[in-house]
């Protein structure tokens, strides 16, 4: 069992940027597929980025690409999630999760932080 931690989450006009933290503990962290989902509120979860154990491969969902950069550092057992060019649309709780394969199916994520609110201002 992984244990997650999500911060960096806050409030940030348009335009802003925001990087997001996920730290991992209880289990081998670099041998896992990571990911970040969030929901908005009254909306349901939904995929934003992906990272191979190894870093080699990354996917975004479409809202994300091109703004958002996903990175991790096995040797800290940290997950991060840099956005760029954030908008009131992006507001949202953010998870960072583990995935039992490289997905951007919630289905195959089998361990989830609590969160971290971000709020972006127009």
């Known amino acids: 069992q992984v244990q997650l931690v999500e911060s960096g989450g806050g409030l940030v006009q348009a335009g802003g940027s925001l990087r997001l933290s996920c730290v991992a503990s209880g289990r081998t962290f670099n041998s896992d597929p990571m990911g970040w989902f969030r929901q908005a509120l009254g909306k349901e979860r939904e995929f934003v980025a992906a990272?191979?154990?190894?870093?080699?491969?990354?996917y975004y969902a479409s809202s994300a690409r091109g703004r958002w950069t996903i990175s991790r550092d096995n040797a800290k057992s940290t997950m991060s999630l840099q956005m760029n060019s954030l908008e009131p649309e992006d507001t949202a709780v953010y998870y960072c999760a583990r995935g039992k394969k490289f997905s951007d199916i919630e289905a195959e994520y089998d361990s989830w932080g609590q969160g971290t609110q971000v709020t972006v201002s127009s």
């Open positions: 990272i191979m154990h190894n870093s080699s491969v990354s």
